[in-house]
């Protein structure tokens, strides 16, 4: 195959979706391209899997540059390489973030991106085991399910939100956001349902959607001003006859755009890069959560810790064999919820994940007698970064910096969080759990210190967002209909068209986006466009 009617470079979370839905028009050729490989291993489909991913599995393998407000921390940046992308490796929750960001996108002139506008495209993509209304849809490709494997220290963390007057919130991607609750996660039948799962597995064999995996792309081809196709590192060419459309992500698909000539004219030049384009908003804008963690060592094995240990490993393999319970059917962070850090804001502004172990992710501190952590993460960051390139040379990572805390807001806020976790872990309901706080611990007392304390224990949230902005001025990417500004027959469909990064985990939102451009994109080409809760595999 030497083309197709529409080339998709990223077969991640927004990518499979968008190949399976252009697809269902059995007259439009699509041609999915994945660097990363296949998902066959069992870690991408057993929900606690995900303890595995951070650490490098079906990762990128980046960094982020020093962290220059931090002390100069350098992160581990965990990005997809596989199919299914992020949906392969995260921890399945499944949150849409707040209604109000929606209405942000919105009144920031991206008309057609408000809540109303997008609540259909999540419901389209919905199977929910437990709700059906009107925030809710069955029958979708997605699977969305409760936990299936919680443990009785998170009844006991709700009553302790409950005793600082923090509410249980049954469904926090429904009317309301605020209060702790047991998020709903990414899976069908207590398995992964990435979106590769849920969207191209039960379509395998259609005849016009081809995916091939293992190929990187070098550079989008742009024959006077339009884009006419990729080139893969190997030199070989592939032609769309409509459109290219990059869904490689908030770093990929920036980074390529860079590579590709198009992006910032000076950086570009100074590589020695042939400029295309000069767009000085590609890469910009990069925005994302960073986590903090209060990790306690509990009195008992009230959490999954003990599991680590070979003949508990092999207990826990069988308990989900047969049983679909135990650690191995657990996403390990399935409790958390939504509070605020500013009391006068209009919708929370922290989130908190629950931990049910200690060391789960890479870097994190790991309790021998066990543990728990619990995470928060300020959602509404103003500190912007960027991704640039270091070489022209592919082989080489980009150049990540969410330039952390760089607004002090952003600090101050950060620390409220993580006393707000603190917090909750002292309050009555959790001492029969509670040994001890561990970290931060009882020397961390001033604000100082706790700076001092968050740029060596923290993390990226991996809700990275906004590298190619969606807007009607003159500096924005693409526009509303997420065509590229200065470029012919190229799109852009993932995170990185974000404005500004929603307030929660950002899974469900790329599989949105994926959902309502697969419309636009039909509607385009003068296809049809029927919004419904399409059947699985049609």
């Excluded at 009617?5 to 252009?22: E, F, H, K, T, Y």
């Excluded at 709903?184 to 995996?213: D, G, W």
Aim: charged share 20%; glycine share 10%.
């Amino acid at each position: 195959m030497t083309g197709a009617d529409v080339i998709i470079v990223g077969g991640g979370s927004a990518g499979c979706v968008l190949a399976a839905r252009l697809s269902e028009d059995p007259n439009l050729n699509v041609l999915l391209l994945e660097a990363g490989g296949s998902d066959r291993h069992p870690f991408y489909h057993l929900p606690a899997g995900f303890a595995k991913m951070t650490k490098g599995i079906g990762s990128w393998g980046w960094e982020t540059v020093p962290q220059r407000h931090m002390q100069n921390k350098v992160f581990r940046y965990t990005q997809a390489k596989v199919i299914g992308g992020g949906s392969a490796i995260n921890a399945q929750i499944y949150t849409r973030g707040n209604a109000q960001d929606y209405d942000n996108w919105r009144q920031m002139g991206c008309d057609g991106w408000g809540y109303d506008d997008v609540l259909p495209y999540f419901k389209k993509a919905e199977d929910n085991d437990t709700f059906n209304n009107a925030y809710h849809g069955q029958g979708g490709p997605l699977g969305v399910s409760q936990p299936s494997a919680p443990l009785p220290i998170c009844e006991a963390y709700f009553e302790a939100a409950a005793a600082l007057g923090i509410p249980r919130n049954m469904d926090i991607n429904g009317e309301s956001q605020d209060g702790v609750c047991y998020y709903q996660l990414t899976q069908r039948n207590v398995r992964r349902s990435s979106a590769a799962m849920a969207y191209l597995a039960p379509i395998q064999n259609r005849k016009n959607l081809t995916v091939r995996k293992g190929v990187q792309v070098k550079r989008i081809v742009v024959d006077h001003g339009r884009a006419s196709g990729v080139e893969l590192v190997d030199g070989t060419r592939f032609t769309a006859t409509q459109e290219v459309v990059l869904s490689s992500g908030a770093i990929g698909t920036p980074r390529l755009l860079q590579l590709s000539g198009i992006g910032p004219a000076d950086h570009l030049k100074g590589l020695g890069i042939e400029l295309v384009l000069d767009r000085q908003q590609v890469g910009a804008n990069l925005q994302d959560h960073i986590d903090l963690y209060c990790i306690t060592e509990l009195s008992g094995p009230h959490s999954y810790d003990r599991y680590a240990k070979p003949l508990w490993a092999a207990w826990a393999g069988l308990q989900y064999l047969f049983a679909r319970k135990g650690p191995v059917a657990s996403s390990l962070f399935e409790t958390g919820g939504f509070w605020y850090s500013d009391p006068q804001a209009a919708s929370p502004d922290l989130q908190m994940h629950l931990g049910l172990g200690t060391g789960i992710e890479h870097g994190v501190a790991a309790m021998p007698q066990g543990g728990i952590t619990l995470n928060s993460c300020y959602l509404r960051p103003r500190s912007h970064g960027t991704v640039r390139l270091q070489s022209s040379d592919l082989s080489k990572a980009p150049l990540i910096d969410p330039n952390y805390l760089s607004d002090p807001v952003d600090r101050e806020m950060s620390i409220r969080g993580l006393k707000l976790t603190q917090e909750i872990l002292a309050q009555e309901p959790l001492k029969d759990f509670i040994l001890a706080e561990r970290l931060p611990g009882p020397d961390v007392k001033t604000d100082e210190d706790y700076f001092n304390f968050i740029c060596t224990h923290s993390k990226t949230s991996h809700h990275c967002a906004g590298t190619c902005r969606m807007g009607i001025d003159n500096d924005a990417v693409v526009d509303p209909r997420l065509h590229f500004n200065g470029i012919d027959g190229l799109r852009i469909v993932d995170n990185s068209i974000m404005p500004k990064v929603i307030s929660s985990n950002t899974n469900a939102a790329a599989i949105m986006i994926a959902e309502k451009a697969a419309d636009m994109m039909k509607a385009d080409f003068g296809l049809a466009a029927e919004l419904h809760n399409g059947a699985r595999g049609q």
